[in-house]
């Protein structure tokens, strides 16, 4: 039987959307890895998998490329939005996620915001294997620490264009300080409402851009008195902006585009 799909992307970050409304859900992590290999299957940052759900327009499953899972993707979020809003003809829609219920509404210029929830800050939460400040973790760059549903490592660098980030994102990934491991950033702050952003991507590698990492990255600036509250985030794929009052939770903006849809054949 073949599979639906749709592809999309924000600002750079790819996903596709499998909607499983009424049906049953048939991704594994191997089914996961298959579609995720760019060169046999589809290729993506992020697979979102569209469920029926008693309390929300639908729940959604998230996979990494290399087949784990992962509780929260605010691009594919937000592009899942993006198809439900247009089938009902509606300007919001709640969906639920690992992270629970996340709002998700259209903004000016087609745009569409989801709040991503509180962001974790204690150590035993983002996780970090031992007590500690999470806004100075005892690694070489003085990076902090949050999670947003994933862990999140930041460092503030002063020329992003210094940083080999495929070289040094997979150590720090892997760091024994993170026993789930983490996402890393690299941030230089251009000003208080503007930041350059590079990620290497826990189970993904070098995207072109995260909607989870730049809401974790500016958590992380703000805790350190670096930005104001809303901040625009430039990936290698494009800008979004982010917004953190400091409590409460936080609304990532952004765009979000259809690429293609189709069918793909044997999976399994």
Do not use: Y
């Not at 996903?15 to 594994?28: E, K, S, V, Y």
């Amino acid at each position: 039987m073949p599979l639906q799909f749709v592809k999309m992307h924000a600002h750079g970050d790819d996903f596709i959307i499998i909607d499983r409304r009424g049906l049953n859900d048939p991704i594994t992590p191997q089914i996961a890895r298959q579609l995720g290999n760019r060169h046999t299957g589809i290729g993506f940052n992020q697979l979102a998998v569209v469920l029926d759900c008693d309390d929300a327009a639908a729940r959604i499953k998230f996979w990494n490329p290399n087949g784990t899972p992962l509780a929260t993707c605010g691009s594919a979020t937000r592009g899942v939005a993006e198809r439900l809003m247009h089938e009902t003809c509606s300007d919001s829609v709640v969906l639920r996620t690992d992270r629970g219920l996340l709002t998700c509404v259209w903004q000016p210029g087609r745009q569409v915001s989801v709040n991503m929830g509180e962001p974790s800050l204690d150590w035993s939460a983002v996780p970090l294997a031992e007590a500690m400040d999470t806004q100075h973790l005892p690694i070489e760059g003085d990076p902090a620490a949050c999670s947003m549903g994933n862990p999140h490592c930041t460092f503030f660098v002063d020329d992003i264009a210094t940083v080999d980030v495929a070289a040094v994102g997979p150590l720090l990934e892997v760091n024994p300080l993170f026993p789930a491991k983490t996402n890393v950033h690299f941030v230089q702050v251009l000003d208080r409402g503007r930041i350059r952003l590079r990620i290497w991507e826990r189970g993904g590698g070098v995207p072109l851009g995260s909607g989870s990492c730049c809401c974790g990255a500016v958590v992380n600036g703000i805790r350190r008195g670096l930005l104001d509250a809303t901040v625009q985030v430039q990936c290698d794929g494009g800008t979004v902006t982010v917004h953190w009052a400091g409590e409460g939770g936080v609304v990532l903006t952004g765009s979000v585009e259809p690429v293609m849809q189709g069918s793909v054949f044997g999976i399994g």
